[in-house]
């Protein structure tokens, strides 16, 4: 880990500055001695890297014709992404046609139980129906979620025209074993009217789940997380101070390009994880630069200082922020990791084989979803909410 030293200076005059190593020494301004020491202060408290590594590819629904990015479990395993279990990107592209069958979905009637979903759309418009007799549409960017409780049925897709772009995220969060499969299902839809965005000079960020500078992000989890949305124009500056009760953070470039102190680079699709277990480094911070860049080696330690590339191997420009000519567009894990056994098959997340076992077997003798409508939920007749 990179260590900044910060000598004592309580002798020093007032003809004092900090040099290189951090210590003051004379010279004929003092101002910049008290600069340097902030910055030094500043640079002890940031999040520590602990290793950058890149998304795989990944076919969810098992369909070839289906792939996506998937930066967890997929670069980091869901232990280490904890509280998180999956990221999926998938796009940008091109729809063929939006369906006109009602009860058509290009991902069909499938189950869930054991984590909150959200599908995070950037571009395109997003489609759903659920067991709860849910029936929604949505336009990008804007988000579904489902905290599936003691488990949902659910299917998605076909919603955007012929020739609109989709891109966007599936992510998974795990659910505490004293919550998980227990109660009702929770769902929600945010258009993008009602998606939070903070913006600042440089940039800006969707705020899709936790609090960020007095804006709420809609997903509901049950375990407590800060998920954002982030693009920064080149020159920008992001910093963010992260609760003090969470001890992991996750950052993905979808878009652009990145590097950290010592000349590591963040490329699109690179994941980087942050040690965020020191209560005395909590501060996570961001700066953009103007060099196009590539990928960078995985993994030695250091302190976290981003910077964003202009120009970009960005698998589409427009993500970003209007007027950019590169810069970096990621999304920004953040929570407080369960540490508890996963027992993950297909769409299942559970504490044991038991449990998992129990599933299967209710699927089996017709029994999942416990919670439904009285209708049939898969056949559209206009009973739906």
Known sequence: TNTTNTTNTTNATDDTRLDLSGSCTPTSDNTECLEA???????????????????????????????????FPGAFKAEEADPFLMCDEFGPKVSAGKEKDPNRFPVGWHPHAGQ???TYL??????????????????????????????????????????????GFQIWVNVPASEKLRGHPRYGTIPSKKMPVVTFEGGHARVLAGPYLGAQGPFA????????????????????????????????????????????????????????SDPERRLLALTAADALLASGDDGSDGSLAVTAA?????????????????GVSFMLFAGKRLNEPIVWRGPFVTNTNEQLQKLYLDIRHGKFPPKRVQWDYRNYNGQDK
């Not at 992001?238 to 590097?259: I, M, Q, R, T």
């Open 116 to 118: 909150d979903v959200v």
């Open 310 to 326: 202009a120009g970009g191997a960005a698998p589409n420009d427009d993500d970003q922020a209007p007027g950019m000519a590169g």
């Open 221 to 276: 989890t049950v375990q407590p997380i800060q998920m954002f949305d982030v693009t920064l124009e080149p020159g920008a500056t992001f910093k963010h101070e992260l609760p003090a009760e969470f001890d992991n953070c996750l950052l993905y470039a979808y878009n652009g390009s990145a590097v950290l102190p010592g000349g590591r680079v963040l490329a699109a699709r690179d994941v980087a994880r942050f040690d965020a």
């Open 122 to 167: 950037i571009k395109g418009t997003g489609r759903h129906a659920d067991s709860l007799g849910n029936r929604d549409t949505f336009s990008a960017p804007g988000m579904q979620w489902m905290s599936t409780g003691s488990g949902v049925e659910h299917a998605e897709g076909g919603g955007s025209p012929k020739g609109e772009e989709n891109h």
């Open 37 to 71: 020491s902030k910055e030094a202060e500043a640079m002890a408290r940031t999040l520590a890297v602990m290793a950058v590594r890149t998304a795989s590819v990944a076919y969810p629904t098992g369909d070839k014709s289906f792939q996506v990015m998937q930066a």
